[in-house]
């Protein structure tokens, strides 16, 4: 049987500040499907911790033979995977808009 992936789309931080509840919403949303979408757009800061985050969905998905996806990085997501050098491990696209002059 192949489950649909589920959706996440956390909004504000994804900091040590929100690990915590960020980490209950991750259990809970594989729980239901080893594939995971993760909205990236709302996200208005991230540091190490919500970078672990990530890098535990991806595992966690990887161990249920599902996927994971990260869309709509937003330009603090951005910062901290360029930072990090993690973009090409998450092996998603990462759109970033152009500057309108």
């Known amino acids: 049987m192949n489950n649909p992936a589920q959706q996440l789309r956390p909004e504000g931080e994804m900091t040590i500040f929100t690990a915590a509840d960020l980490k209950e919403q991750l259990i809970a949303t594989l729980s239901a499907s080893p594939e995971l979408e993760i909205d990236l757009s709302q996200v208005s800061e991230m540091d190490s911790a919500g970078l672990q985050l990530l890098i535990a969905a991806k595992n966690e998905c990887l161990a249920r ?10 330009p603090a997501v ?3 995977l360029d930072i990090c050098n993690m973009t090409a491990f998450f092996g998603d696209p990462v759109v970033i808009p152009s500057c309108a002059q």
């Open 78 to 80: 951005r910062e901290v």
């Open 65 to 74: 033979n599902g996927r994971l996806r990260l869309t709509g990085h937003s």
